[in-house]
């Protein structure tokens, strides 16, 4: 057990809920309030886990799901309202970004509040404070209150300064999406460095190319339960499936005039087996069974694919391709084959859509509709597979 | 789980000596003298008088005061005890106001991180406990300036710091006390307010007991019940004390100077309480 950095029994939140007047000390003290019995509502409720030392877990789900109740429960500001958790270590959350920075004070002096707060001794502050600056990229702003720098800037101070805390568990709750770019990119790496020193890590993040990059584990969290935990691209396929549209990321959309409908769609891989999760450089297919409600000689089938963070990545269709126009009657099925998938690990969402040639009607179209992973065997890096093939002298 | 190899050249790792972390009471106190710290630096850098305001506002009040006093009730108002009871009085509302934001006003460091939860009104009255400190250095040369019989400094250096330490148990408690409700209550800031207009004319800061001598000489459990509220004695302390008067001695004087001490523990024990859920209402 000596190895588990998180563990959680049981663990539950209830908050009251009171209505529309909060309540008053005028009522409390003179008794003209009347205490009515307050509305509870459970963020967080039976919820059982072991995170083992050195693992990232990834946390996703709809919002108000008790994500951050999570978190917060794990790093001890919010008290459990029944059940347990315990986490060994020194935890630092990026929680709490810029947290206890005072207007008034200066970086510097907000430097060193901020590492009391988290109990580091002040000459170790010292030690690193250059680091922290440079790593922040304040150098000629330090000395100036905070309550001048931007955003932007705030955030940064906090990040080094949590980041440099060294801390045995690192709670992060979506705070990676701010800062530019060239600072994403530097929080990313430090975020690999820790793992790399076998730290421990919970994200909370909807970003779900980032929990499909740097986790081992994903948790669904749906309506304060732990609902799975398991590989982040199969837990992911699971809640892209079962989630979307509810209040979540996506936005699904469907429209059309339904002349011809998409009836069902069954993707297959390479042995033709139903399922959600391909494999890079392996044949992907998807299989369309339509109606035409009336006959329909125009047709066009189209396809896109967005990653899971909704970038656009692919769009193509049967007109593109230099097909034509397909004339349609009654049940009928349409394949698409994607062969060899290129992508690269990562959770994709495919829209479908069939429309007239001249572009004029759209007959059924489903946008954001079907989820799917990709996982890459291959140990190839970076944005997309490239059949590639050497010719090397053989000596 | 994904091998990538990261070589950042700005930013080489820092050197690998781990980092000492404080043992939680050690971190308490060093989260306690920066909270006090931030506190007065924020208190007095934003003007450029910084300090020397906090010194000339009750300097002021008490000016003024003697001025209308001496108008309204005669020449024989002293400056160095209204100087006294206003200074002292100002150490009371500043901790109560102070206190009353001291969790509300930090909400973003109540909900995301931890610590001990009862450094934040301990701070805030530190804080002005310090400036009190300081006005008291003025309030000797005042009160040296002006005391006429020449009997101050008396016995103060014995019981001085004693009645500043009571003093400073009863602001803590009407802090924390003030701080927890701030979070559950949010009428408590107008409460308050009104609170503390009242309790200032029933409180001896800008006149004497003598001037309630009137309606007490007839009714002298009137005094008596009068002196029970903890800021009466207090600050006729102060004035015992540093010129010399007479203390009124009673049972009232003895319930006002005794209560401060269990309210600080039903204080305690009710911040203890509340501060669980701190994070769920702010």
């Known amino acids: 057990m000596a190895d588990i950095a998180i563990s959680a029994r049981d663990l539950g939140k209830c908050y009251r809920v009171r209505g529309h007047a909060p309540p008053t000390l005028f009522g409390a003290l003179t008794g003209l309030g009347r205490r009515r019995p307050a509305d ?240 890079t450089g392996r044949p992907m297919v998807v299989e369309i069974s339509y109606t035409a409600r009336r006959p329909v000689r125009d047709a066009v089938f189209g396809f896109s694919i967005k990653t899971g963070n909704g970038m656009y990545v692919f769009g193509s269709n049967t007109q593109i391709l230099g097909l034509p126009a397909a004339r349609l009657e009654g049940d009928g099925r349409a394949r698409l084959s994607l062969d060899p998938l290129t992508l690269m690990q990562g959770s994709f969402i495919l829209s479908l859509a069939i429309h007239s040639s001249d572009h004029a009607t759209q007959y059924h179209r489903r946008e954001d509709w079907y989820p799917f992973a990709v996982r890459n065997p291959t140990g190839t890096l970076g944005l997309f597979h490239l059949n590639s093939r050497w010719e090397v002298p053989d000596v | 789980m994904k091998e990538t190899a990261v070589i950042d050249t700005a930013n080489p790792a820092p050197t690998e000596t781990p980092l000492r972390v404080h043992p939680p009471a050690r971190a308490a106190r060093e989260l306690l003298f920066n909270l006090v710290a931030r506190e007065l630096k924020a208190r007095y850098k934003g003007s450029a008088l910084g300090f020397l305001w906090t010194l000339l506002t009750p300097l002021f009040m008490a000016v003024i005061y003697v001025v209308f006093l001496r108008i309204l009730a005669g020449p024989d108002v002293r400056l160095e005890e209204i100087v006294i009871g206003v200074f002292a009085w100002t150490f009371t509302v500043q901790s109560v106001q102070s206190g009353l934001t001291a969790v509300t006003g930090n909400a973003n460091l109540v909900k995301k991180v931890r610590f001990p939860r009862a450094l934040l009104p301990v701070a805030a009255t530190a804080a002005n406990l310090v400036s009190f400190l300081l006005t008291l250095v003025v309030q000797f040369v005042i009160v040296g300036l002006l ?24 602001n803590l408690a009407l802090a924390m006390l003030l701080g927890a409700a701030n979070v559950y209550f949010r009428d408590t800031q107008h409460l308050v307010g009104v609170g503390l207009s009242a309790w200032f004319f029933l409180s001896p800061a800008m006149y004497n007991l003598t001037l309630l001598e009137r309606w007490t000489a007839t009714r002298p459990w009137l005094l008596q019940a009068y002196l029970a509220n903890p800021l009466a004695p207090i600050l006729t302390g102060y004035r015992a004390l540093l010129l010399g008067q007479a203390f009124p001695w009673g049972w009232g004087a003895a319930v006002g100077l005794a209560l401060p001490l269990p309210l600080l523990a039903a204080a305690g024990a009710v911040y203890r309480r509340a501060q669980r859920n701190f994070a769920d209402y702010l």
């Open chain 1, 40 to 279: 509870r509502f459970w963020a967080l409720r039976k919820v059982s886990f072991d995170i083992p030392r050195g693992r990232t877990v990834g946390v996703i789900g709809p919002n108000g799901s008790g994500k951050s109740s999570l978190l917060g429960l794990v790093a001890g500001t919010i008290s459990p309202t029944e059940g347990a958790v315990r986490a060994e270590g020194r935890i630092s959350s990026l929680l709490e970004l810029g947290a206890g920075f005072h207007p008034d004070l200066t970086g510097r002096e907000n430097v060193y509040l901020n590492a009391a707060i988290l109990g580091i001794a002040r000459e170790d502050v010292r030690r690193r404070f250059d680091h922290i600056v440079e790593f922040a990229g304040l150098r000629e702003f330090i000395d100036q209150p905070v309550k001048h720098y931007s955003s932007g800037m705030y955030v940064r101070l906090g990040f080094a300064v949590a980041v440099e805390m060294d801390p045995d568990i690192l709670l992060v709750d979506e705070v990676l999406a701010v800062g530019d770019i060239a600072f994403q990119v530097k929080c990313l790496d430090r975020i690999r460095d820790f793992q790399r020193r076998g730290k421990t890590l919970l994200f909370v993040t909807h970003a779900l190319q980032t929990v499909e990059e740097f986790c081992d584990e994903a948790f669904l969290v749906h309506r304060g339960a732990l609902v799975e935990r398991g590989r982040p691209d199969e837990v992911i396929l699971r809640y892209l499936r079962s989630y979307m549209g509810e209040g979540g990321m996506i936005f699904t959309q469907e429209f059309g005039t339904r002349d011809v409908e998409i009836r069902g769609v069954r993707m297959l891989d390479a042995d033709g087996r139903e399922t959600g999760i391909f494999e």
């Open chain 2, 147 to 170: 005391a006429r019989e020449g009997r101050f400094f008396s016995a103060w250096s014995l019981g001085l710091p004693a009645l500043i330490a009571l003093h400073t148990a009863f």
